[in-house]
Nanobody, 123 residues
Framework: QVQLIESGVGLVQAGGSLRLSCAAS????????MGWFRHAPGKEREFVAV????????SYAASVQGRFTISSDNAKNTVYHQMTSLKPEDTAVYSC????????????????WGQGTQVTVSS
């Protein structure tokens, strides 16, 4: 099993930037595809980004393409989620997750989840 802990709770103004971290313990992140999801009030949890276990391939939701970047640091066993040009509609609880699939885009394919961290973007 792998345990995931997110950090980087943030309140930022629209147009600003924020970096979230997801630290893994128990297993190395290089064994998993690592994804980020977000859950806003009144909405379904949605896919944001994923990085393959080799870190060679990434995929993003259309709503964040070009603004968000996912990366991993195997030495630190940590996955990062750099968010720029933030918008109020990016406000949500962001969770990282681990999957044994290659590049999963849906939450059902993820096996392990962090507890989530709040990101609030003010207008």
């Amino acid at each position: 099993q792998v345990q995931l802990i997110e950090s980087g709770v943030g309140l930022v103004q629209a147009g600003g930037s924020l970096r979230l971290s997801c630290a893994a313990s128990g297993r190395t992140v290089s064994r998993y595809a690592m994804g980020w999801f977000r859950h806003a009030p009144g909405k379904e949890r949605e896919f944001v980004a994923v990085i393959s276990r080799t870190a060679a391939t990434t995929s993003y939701a259309a709503s964040v393409q070009g603004r968000f970047t996912i990366s991993s640091d195997n030495a630190k066993n940590t996955v990062y989620h750099q968010m720029t040009s933030l918008k109020p509609e990016d406000t949500a609880v962001y969770s990282c997750a681990a999957s044994t699939s290659w590049l999963p885009l849906t939450r059902i394919l993820y096996d392990y989840w962090g507890q989530g961290t709040q990101v609030t973007v003010s207008s």
